[in-house]
């Protein structure tokens, strides 16, 4: 026999190194709060069903809140040798109140335990986030609507391609947020279902009551069946999954922060307090946030194949190998409410320069499709036009003119379907407010979408 907790089929004690290697201890203890909520909610359960007396649930309760009190204190004595943080506790509790102690683990095993205690935290972590995300949406809505008339040159291709309104631009940055958030709900869904009850693999021989466990936890309901319970790491991966895409979508983001602040496009500036300097070069200004956004996705991507992979070829039930899925989910975590909260801070404090943005629009023949549109207006066949426009463009490379800055003669020369109100249709004003419905970028849309999108925020 050894001195471990399971040490009594055991006929020597475990090898040093193997003692560090499977425990898990230095990286699970920040699930201390929440294996004790699951603790307390488990000894209230058993009383209930008359397993533990009364004194017995009472004397664990008030034990388990001092443990809680030393671990929050830094006095508790954390050790290496107890494995992980649910053996630390729980012989703490022992310490603390004798044999009473002991019954805790009564219909109840590691491999529930930590499966119900990862969800408990990951939910109250699902919570946390989200808020960030509300932060962030709302963020972008009323930026949006204050650059509702701010015209930018839309890209394809990274080349302009037409005008578009700023606010635009930014109502497309929250619709990938919004679904996002979707995405993060709904994952919350499948995170909120509860492992206790399972025991080990089977279930448990007493008379436990997993509804009122489940109540007391404020999950949704017990899990379904048993073996499933403690094997399940899907909730990880599926919310590994929603971080991966916010990332994605946090990096596209960044990469265009870092292109409009660079002296060649030069659209916005970003404060002082988001970038750094060069120690070498006294006139850099430089976007790290943005930058170690765009470089952080891939650590997360990175966790999600991690997690993917370290479940693929597990066999029912319980697997030591499920140890491992802490870590990456903690980092994914960590990284992205470090993104998020970078990200929501940041983007209301986009300053746009919008002389920039309305200047480089006008440079790159943006308004060369309302050109092409407004000879179909007038009765030219729309490949036809295409062709007349092209033959335009090209005059205008060897002038050094914008469609816009053409004489009417000069215009003529490609089709005599064009009269002296083009220049309506050649103007950037003009040409986003012709795009005038629903999903368009002429102003009074995006101010119109904003509002559609602020009124969505409150009430989800
Ligand atoms: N530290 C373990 C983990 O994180 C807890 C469950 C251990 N169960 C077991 N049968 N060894 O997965």
């Given at each position: 026999q050894t001195n471990q907790s399971w040490g009594g089929r055991f006929n020597e004690p475990t090898d040093a190194f193997v003692e560090k290697f499977t425990a898990s201890v230095d990286f699970d203890r920040r699930l201390y709060h929440h294996d004790i909520r699951g603790s307390m909610a488990h000894a209230t359960m058993l009383e209930r069903v008359g397993v533990l007396t009364v004194e017995e649930r009472d004397t664990i309760l008030e034990g388990l809140a001092e443990v809680e009190k030393e671990i929050e204190s830094g006095q508790f004595p954390w050790s290496?040798?107890?494995?992980?943080v649910h053996m630390n506790i729980e012989a703490r509790l022992t310490e603390k109140i004798?044999?009473?102690?002991?019954?805790?683990?009564t219909g109840r095993s590691r491999n529930d335990q930590v499966a119900t205690d990862i969800r408990l935290y990951l939910r109250d972590e699902i919570d946390t986030l989200e808020a960030e995300l509300i932060r962030l949406r709302s963020g972008m809505i009323e930026l949006a609507d204050r650059e509702a008339d701010t015209i930018m040159p839309g890209f394809t291709h990274l080349q302009t391609a037409q005008p578009v309104t700023f606010g635009h631009h930014l109502l497309a940055w929250q619709e990938m947020i919004a679904r996002d958030h979707e995405r993060l709900r709904d994952c919350r869904k499948r995170v909120n279902v509860m492992p206790l009850g399972a025991a080990a693999l089977?279930?448990?021989?007493?008379?436990?009551d997993r509804h009122v466990t489940a109540e007391l936890l404020g999950?949704?309901?017990?899990?379904?069946n048993s073996l499933d319970a403690v094997s399940d790491r899907d909730f990880a991966i599926e919310f590994v999954s929603f971080a991966s895409l916010l990332l994605m979508h946090l990096s596209r983001m960044s990469e265009e922060l870092v292109l409009w602040t660079s002296a060649q496009f030069d659209f916005i500036d970003l404060p002082d307090r988001f970038c750094t300097g060069s120690s070498i070069m006294p006139q850099k200004k430089n976007p790290d946030v943005p930058e170690l956004v765009r470089g952080k996705s891939g650590r997360v991507y990175g966790h999600l194949v991690g997690l993917l992979t370290l479940m693929k070829?597990?066999?029912?039930?319980?697997?030591?190998?499920?140890?491992?899925?802490k870590e990456p989910l903690f980092d994914t975590l960590d990284t992205v409410k470090g993104c998020l909260k970078a990200f929501a801070d940041m983007v209301p404090a986009i300053e746009a320069k919008a002389d920039n943005m309305h200047e480089a629009a006008r440079r790159g023949f943006s308004t060369a499709t309302d050109l092409a549109d407004y000879l179909v207006r007038r009765g030219v066949a729309f490949r036809d036009a295409h062709e007349i426009v092209g033959q335009s463009v090209a005059h205008g490379l060897e002038r050094h003119k914008d469609l816009s800055e053409m004489s009417l003669a000069e215009l003529r020369q490609f089709?005599?379907?064009?009269?002296?109100?083009?220049f309506e249709v050649l103007t950037l004003e003009g040409s986003v407010a012709a795009?005038?419905?629903?999903?368009?970028?002429?102003p009074d849309q995006v101010r119109a979408a904003a509002q559609r999108a602020r009124d969505a925020l409150a009430t989800t």
């Open positions: 290496v040798a107890l494995e992980d004798g044999i009473t102690g002991k019954k805790l683990h089977a279930g448990t021989t007493y008379p436990i999950f949704e309901r017990p899990a379904e070829s597990q066999p029912l039930a319980y697997n030591k190998d499920n140890q491992e899925d089709s005599t379907a064009i009269d002296e109100d083009v795009r005038n419905h629903i999903g368009g970028t002429a």
